[in-house]
């Protein structure tokens, strides 16, 4: 079975500064992909960005970049000028060769300060 | 496209009722799937279903029943409610149960049970 690790339970940044969010997993599949969803106050599950395992290139969707390092198995995301609507919960998610659905981790909370 | 629903948004319970939480889907989806949110957790799978006639168990699935008897539903059914259910519940869907294809979440739905 695959587990997902989020080590960071929160942070909190200033608007317009970067910040990363980790993410480790663990499994013995080659094929799987990796996500990240945000879930503001809402509690509507958006997805960020996705990133093939095969896929060497790193996933890029506007301000949001990931850090995928297959063999450390570690699947990180950088929020560029980040904006007050980051903030939310975001949690990083696995999904193997399986039908049995997506791995959550426990999500880290961020803050943006105005 | 409505999209995945949910009905419905809050619901209290006292122990040992039961209810149906519902769930739709009007994109022609073949995978559908139930998750539990509980606090300071990530998302955890309950059941999912590749296709009409079609269900398995997920990670949770004590306590719960599901059944897709159509492409569109996906009812989940708490037979007799217990505290420990008190949770988030979110209802998924995608195209179909490869890896690859995006999740889709309903807007959750909050249970307590008394």
């Known amino acids: 079975a695959q587990t997902v690790t989020q080590s960071q339970p929160e942070m909190s940044v200033q608007e317009a500064e970067t910040v990363t969010l980790s993410c480790t997993y663990d499994t013995s599949e080659s094929n799987y992909y990796l996500f990240w969803y945000k879930q503001p106050p809402s509690r509507q599950m958006i997805l960020v960005i996705r990133?093939?395992?095969?896929?060497?290139q790193n996933a890029t969707e506007n301000r949001f970049s990931v850090n995928f390092q297959k063999a450390a198995k570690s699947f990180s995301l950088k929020i560029s000028d980040s904006q007050l609507g980051d903030t939310a919960m975001y949690f990083c998610?696995?999904?193997?060769?399986?039908?049995?659905?997506?791995?959550f981790g426990k999500g880290t909370h961020l803050i943006i300060q105005p | 496209n409505a999209g995945v629903t949910q009905t419905p948004k809050f619901q209290v319970l006292k122990t040992g009722q039961s209810m149906t939480l519902q769930c739709a889907q009007d994109?022609?989806?073949?995978?559908m799937s139930w998750y539990r949110q509980d606090p300071g957790m990530g998302l955890r799978l309950i059941h999912y279903?590749?296709?009409?006639?079609?269900?398995d168990q997920g990670e949770v699935p004590n306590g719960y029943n599901v059944s897709r008897s159509t492409t569109e539903d996906f009812p989940l059914r708490l037979l007799s409610a217990a505290p420990s259910q008190t949770s988030v519940y979110f209802c998924?869907?995608?195209?179909?149960?490869?890896?690859?294809?995006?999740?889709?979440f309903g807007p959750g739905t909050r249970l307590t049970v008394l």
């Open positions: 998924a869907s995608s195209l179909t149960p490869d890896l690859y294809n995006e999740q889709f």
């Open positions: 990133q093939e395992a095969y896929k060497q």
């Open positions: 994109m022609n989806h073949e995978y």
């Open positions: 279903s590749v296709g009409a006639g079609i269900t």
């Open positions: 998610a696995f999904r193997g060769g399986g039908a049995d659905g997506l791995t």
